[in-house]
Antibody, heavy 120, light 108 residues
Framework: QVQLVQSGAEVKKPGASVKVSCKASGYSFTGYYMHWARQAPGQGLEWMGRINLHSGGTKYAQKFQGRVTMTRDTSISTAYMELSRLTSDDTAVYYCAREPGGIIVDFDYWGQGTLVTVSS | SYELTQPPSVSVSPGQTATITCSGD??????ASWYQQKAGQSPLLVIYQDSERPSGIPERFSGSISGNTATLTISGTQAMDEADYYCQAWDSDTEDVLFGGGTKLTVL
C-alpha cells in the first residue's frame, strides 16, 4: 500500500533552516509529482510548491521563492523540502502529498505531517 | 491573485444534508477537489475532478459544479463527518495550486 512517512518534529531558532523528508513506499516513486503544503496552528492549508520526482524539476509558490528548495533522492524514494531564514511565522505542520499526474492536479496520498516550531 | 472562497462554518443535524460551497473566478474552467481533515489528522481526498469519488469514500459524499461555484454535498450526514473541509484547484496559467480557506462542518 502507498505510504508517505515524514521525518520527526523539529525545533529551530529564527534565521535557521529546516529540512523535512518524505519517504515514499508502495508505488513507483519517479512516476509522480510530490507537493508540499503547510498548515499554521488553527489555520488552513497553504501550498508551497512541487517537484517532478522523475526530472527533479520544481515549481514554487511565489511566496516562498528564494527561501524553499525541494529535492529528491530516487535511490531511497525520498523527497525533501528545505526552508531557510525561518521566522516565527513559519511555525506550522508541513505535509508532503502525492499528485497522481495527468491533467488533474490533486493529492491522493498525504504524509502524516511534520511539526516545525520556530522559537528563540 | 486567484482565490477560492468557502464559508467558515456550516452546521447540520445528523441525518440531514450538508452543503459546502467553494467559489472562485473561472473555477468552472478548472477542476475542483475536496479534502476532509479531522482534528489532528492529515487531509483526505474525498472528491476529485469536480464530482468523482475515490475508492473507499462513502457514497454520501458527492461533488458538483455550476458556473464558478463548486459544491460538496454530504447526504445523511453522520457524526463522523464532523471535520474541516477544503476545496482545491489548479491554476493552469500560473501553475499554482490553490486551497480554499476551509469550512468547519459541525454535526449538531
Amino acid at each position: 500500500q502507498v505510504q508517505l512517512v515524514q521525518s520527526g518534529a523539529e525545533v529551530k531558532k529564527p534565521g535557521a533552516s529546516v529540512k523535512v523528508s518524505c519517504k515514499a513506499s508502495g508505488y513507483s516513486f519517479t512516476g509522480y509529482y510530490m507537493h508540499w503544503a503547510r498548515q499554521a496552528p488553527g489555520q488552513g492549508l497553504e501550498w508551497m510548491g512541487r517537484i517532478n520526482l522523475h526530472s527533479g524539476g520544481t515549481k514554487y509558490a511565489q511566496k516562498f521563492q528564494g527561501r524553499v528548495t525541494m529535492t529528491r533522492d530516487t535511490s531511497i524514494s525520498t523527497a525533501y523540502m528545505e526552508l531557510s531564514r525561518l521566522t516565527s511565522d513559519d511555525t506550522a505542520v508541513y505535509y508532503c502529498a502525492r499528485e497522481p499526474g495527468g491533467i488533474i492536479v490533486d493529492f491522493d496520498y498525504w504524509g502524516q505531517g511534520t511539526l516545525v516550531t520556530v522559537s528563540s | 491573485s486567484y482565490e477560492l472562497t468557502q464559508p467558515p462554518s456550516v452546521s447540520v443535524s445528523p441525518g440531514q444534508t450538508a452543503t459546502i460551497t467553494c467559489s472562485g473566478d473561472k473555477l468552472g474552467d478548472k477542476y475542483a477537489s475536496w479534502y476532509q481533515q479531522k482534528a489532528g489528522q492529515s487531509p483526505l481526498l474525498v472528491i476529485y475532478q469536480d464530482s468523482e469519488r475515490p475508492s473507499g469514500i462513502p457514497e454520501r459524499f458527492s461533488g458538483s459544479i455550476s458556473g464558478n461555484t463548486a459544491t460538496l454535498t454530504i447526504s445523511g450526514t453522520q457524526a463522523m463527518d464532523e471535520a474541516d473541509y477544503y476545496c482545491q484547484a489548479w491554476d493552469s496559467d500560473t501553475e499554482d495550486v490553490l486551497f480554499g480557506g476551509g469550512t468547519k462542518l459541525t454535526v449538531l
